[in-house]
């Protein structure tokens, strides 16, 4: 069985290499990181099975660098591994999307019982597989995930959240048709009242942002009667 690969984003170099020498005697393929700008390096290349991060980073917010992955993957397993004891910052991990909270210190063999019961968890769960960028260029466009800024051939471009997210998911998309179904379940959330006519005003909204000519998409073209398909060198 092919092993296991976990991406550490820990900044502190004793604990970081504990922590990496105690997975891989568990059996574990380690990837190390110690800081936010090393860690997006790793994951523009891999995809790991699971990313224990730390909240202090040098560089970084870990709870940023949290909230940047689960613009772009939703199932990938994260555990925060953190000093902060604080029921505020623990309750804003879950609600971007971490998948446990371990406290500083921590026993190793805990840490270790949690790994493994959340990868056999997540191994029923469809990930994309793709990578995570902190930015993406896609033919005149360039996305900064963490800020929801979006650049037109060097201008700059205001949209909304969930309009960025939308326009997010068809950058990582490209030339994939994508059916009005796949849109819903994955730009709204479940809880949400969604009207019939939702998508359709967020990509007219889109359009007016995008296109040189709403009119005449050149980006976000409509496959009548199945959904959309972008692309970004029209």
């Not at 994955?186 to 889109?206: A, G, P």
Request: charged share 30%.
């Amino acid at each position: 069985m092919e092993s296991k690969e976990i991406l550490v984003v820990e900044d502190n170099t004793r604990l970081r290499r504990f922590i990496c020498s105690s997975l891989q005697k568990a059996g574990y393929t380690v990837l190390e990181a110690d800081s936010g700008k090393a860690a997006f390096s790793i994951l523009e290349e891999h995809y790991p099975d699971l990313i224990l991060l730390d909240l202090r980073l040098g560089d970084y917010d870990g709870i940023e660098i949290l909230r940047t992955i689960r613009r772009q993957e939703e199932f990938l397993p994260v555990i925060i591994v953190s000093s902060i004891d604080n029921q505020d910052i623990k309750i804003d991990g879950f609600n971007i999307g971490c998948d446990d909270y371990i406290t500083k210190p921590f026993y190793v063999d805990e840490l270790i019982g949690r790994v493994k019961r959340l990868l056999r968890r997540s191994a029923n769960q469809s990930s994309t597989g793709q990578t995570i960028s902190e930015k993406l260029e896609s033919g005149p466009f360039c996305l900064n995930i963490n800020s929801l800024g979006v650049l037109k051939n060097g201008e700059p471009i205001v949209m909304r959240k969930k309009v960025f997210d939308l326009f997010l998911f068809f950058v990582r998309n490209p030339g994939m048709v994508i059916s009005y179904e796949l849109l819903y379940n994955r730009i709204w959330d479940s809880l949400e009242e969604i009207k019939e006519s939702s998508l359709y005003v967020h990509i007219r909204h889109l359009r007016e942002l995008i296109e040189d000519d709403p009119s005449k998409p050149r980006y976000i073209k409509t496959i009548k009667n199945v959904g959309y398909v972008y692309s970004p060198e029209s």
